[in-house]
């Protein structure tokens, strides 16, 4: 059995050591599962904490696939954060790539935001090449 410190989810889903824990401890589940405990407490003041860990700290495959997943269950509180995120080119492209599956997954399940996903996602094509020097 594994004790972590007592403190609230969104203190997990953005703790960078747990993020950096051996694959072989429990312990490295605590984020993951912070993050979706936020996306069904429907915590909409968590999403520019989680998107600073997606910027600061992109570790692969359970960011890729988890926090995109979190982010859309808030909706639209974070279309526009991440709608930035998508065209900052100091981010990370595997970062940016989980904040474009954020928004379409958004645009997909809350019809209500669905133009505001097309817009963000529109502007992020129209930036193109512009958005990171060659």
């Given at each position: 059995?594994?004790?972590?410190?007592?403190?609230?989810?969104?203190?997990r889903?953005?703790?960078?050591?747990?993020?950096?824990?051996?694959?072989?401890?429990?312990?490295?589940?605590?984020?993951v599962?912070?993050?979706?405990?936020?996306?069904?407490?429907?915590?909409?003041?968590?999403?520019?904490?989680?998107l600073?860990?997606?910027?600061?700290h992109?570790?692969?495959?359970?960011?890729?696939?988890?926090?995109?997943?979190?982010?859309?269950?808030?909706?639209?509180?974070c279309?526009?954060?991440?709608?930035?995120?998508?065209?900052?080119?100091?981010?990370?492209?595997?970062?940016?790539?989980?904040a474009?599956?954020?928004?379409?997954?958004?645009g997909?399940?809350?019809?209500?935001?669905?133009?505001?996903?097309?817009?963000?996602?529109?502007a992020?094509?129209?930036?193109?090449?512009?958005?990171?020097?060659?």
């Amino acid at each position: 059995m594994v004790r972590i410190q007592p403190a609230g989810p969104r203190a997990r889903a953005t703790d960078l050591s747990l993020h950096e824990c051996p694959s072989t401890s429990s312990k490295v589940w605590a984020p993951v599962h912070a993050r979706r405990a936020l996306a069904r407490l429907g915590a909409v003041e968590a999403v520019r904490p989680l998107l600073g860990v997606l910027r600061e700290h992109f570790d692969g495959y359970w960011t890729l696939d988890d926090l995109p997943s979190a982010l859309a269950h808030l909706g639209t509180a974070c279309l526009d954060d991440l709608g930035a995120c998508l065209l900052d080119a100091d981010v990370d492209d595997d970062a940016r790539t989980a904040a474009s599956e954020a928004i379409k997954l958004i645009g997909r399940d809350h019809a209500d935001a669905r133009p505001q996903a097309i817009a963000a996602l529109t502007a992020a094509l129209g930036a193109g090449n512009r958005s990171r020097p060659c």
